[in-house]
T-cell receptor
Framework: KQEVTQIPAALSVPEGENLVLNCSFTDSAIYNLQWFRQDPGKGLTSLLLIQSSQREQTSGRLNASLDKSSGRSTLYIAASQPGDSATYLCAVKSDGQNFVFGPGTRLSVLP | NAGVMQNPRHLVRRRGQEARLRCSPMKGHSHVYWYRQLPEEGLKFMVYLQKENIIDESGMPKERFSAEFPKEGPSILRIQQVVRGDSAAYFC?????????????FGSGTQLSVL
């Protein structure tokens, strides 16, 4: 059974800093991995999706990488802004299983 | 193309009442997922449905909870005889297909409060 963890649980950085969020999964036989953003009291917004055959995906200041063999993905945020403050969740899709979510990393970017 | 629509946004029920949560997937999406989220916790899978079929309900309690996705109309998550422990945010997500490129699109959720 797939299990997903995320570290750190919370992170506070000053504006402008580059940062990395980590996602680990136990079963490397995945279809894809998706990163989401969740603002307080809101639903989830999809940020990036990496298929199992891909190593990374980029969108603006966001870059997500995938290392299936080690069961890890990282989300890199460049030049962080206060508007980036949110909870970031990763979710893994495997064969025969539904999307499994990590507990999230709560990010605060201080002006 | 409207996103995933959930209603109501907030639902207050007294213990023992029934709660009905609705989810209209994005146009063209035939796969619907329901998740539950408790404060400060991640999303827990409840049930996965395709049109008129429950594909996987392994995350849904066997008693008091049921889900449907009829041929016409929204998907419904129904909780009978609610208890305080059912208080949570319930999120619906839809996707157009399965496989390696499957991508989830989420609604804004329904916050259920049981008094």
């Amino acid at each position: 059974k797939q299990e997903v963890t995320q570290i750190p649980a919370a992170l506070s950085v000053p504006e402008g800093e580059n940062l990395v969020l980590n996602c680990s999964f136990t079963d490397s036989a995945i279809y894809n991995l998706q990163w989401f953003r969740q603002d307080p009291g809101k639903g989830l917004t999809s940020l990036l999706l990496i298929q199992s055959s891909q190593r990374e995906q980029t969108s603006g200041r966001l870059n997500a990488s995938l290392d299936k063999s080690s069961g890890r993905s990282t989300l890199y945020i460049a030049a962080s802004q206060p508007g980036d403050s949110a909870t970031y969740l990763c979710a893994v899709k495997s064969d025969g299983q539904n999307f499994v979510f990590g507990p999230g990393t709560r990010l605060s970017v201080l002006p | 193309n409207a996103g995933v629509m959930q209603n109501p946004r907030h639902l207050v029920r007294r213990r023992g009442q029934e709660a009905r949560l609705r989810c209209s997937p994005m146009k063209g999406h035939s796969h619907v997922y329901w998740y539950r989220q408790l404060p400060e916790e991640g999303l827990k899978f409840m049930v996965y449905l395709q049109k008129e079929n429950i594909i996987d309900e392994s995350g849904m309690p066997k008693e008091r909870f049921s889900a449907e996705f009829p041929k016409e109309g929204p998907s419904i998550l129904r909780i009978q005889q609610v208890v305080r422990g059912d208080s949570a945010a319930y999120f619906c997500a839809s996707s157009p297909d399965q496989g390696t490129n499957e991508k989830l699109f989420f609604g804004s959720g329904t916050q259920l409060s049981v008094l």
